[in-house]
Structure formats: C-alpha cells, structure tokens
Nanobody, 115 residues
Framework: VQLVESGGGLVQPGGSLRLSCAAS????????MNWYRQAPGKERELVAG????????DLAESVKGRFTISRDNTKKMVYLQMNSLNVDDTAVYYC?????????WGQGTQVTVSA
C-alpha cells in the first residue's frame, strides 16, 4: 500500500490549495479515504472523509463550507480542495486509508498559511 500526497505549499490567508493523494497497492474503490492534519504541538485530527463510491462525505466542523473532499476511482486519486484558508489551517496534511484493522498513511504534505 502506498499513499503519496502532493499539492501543499505556502499560501496567503484567504487563498486556496488543492491537495492530491495518489493511491496504489490496494483495491482503491473498495475503501473509504480520509484526510487528516497535524499542526505543530497538536494531535493529528480528522479533516475529511469520503465513501468508497464518493457519494458520501463528512467534514470537520472547522472546515465545513471551506473544504471539499472528492475522489476519482478510475485514477485512484483522492483530493482535498481547500478554500478561504486561514492561519489555523497550517499543518501537515496526511492521506489515510484503513484496510482491515490496519491504518495506512502517506508521508504528508505541508500547508502553510501566512501573510
């Protein structure tokens, strides 16, 4: 199993970024996918999750109305569109899949929101 995130970077408050996660090594369409983030000095937190078919998703209260999670099962990709970013969104963002009882994580991509 391999999860590879991309798309992070430095953005000004109010800006947007789109994170991507490329999955391989498992039957992607059979598993829900998630995005987590971890800010300095804080615990890792669940940001967004999407169902296997992509027809259902859930977002943390702190990002509702600003972030959107989506997936493309033909490309084995999951995305996180982040709009209206603020400094509190600064964190390392991780792609996550739980296969059976085993969690799998990507290496993370840094998102920094700063003026």
């Amino acid at each position: 199993v391999q999860l590879v995130e991309s798309g992070g970077g430095l953005v000004q408050p109010g800006g947007s970024l789109r994170l991507s996660c490329a999955a391989s090594g498992f039957t992607f369409s059979m598993y829900a996918m998630n995005w987590y983030r971890q800010a300095p000095g804080k615990e890792r937190e669940l940001v967004a999750g999407i169902s296997r078919a992509g027809d259902s998703s859930d977002l943390a209260e702190s990002v509702k109305g600003r972030f959107t999670i989506s997936r493309d099962n033909t490309k084995k990709m999951v995305y996180l569109q982040m709009n209206s970013l603020n400094v509190d969104d600064t964190a390392v963002y991780y792609c996550h899949a739980k296969i059976g009882t085993h969690p799998f994580w990507g290496q993370g991509t840094q998102v920094t929101v700063s003026a």
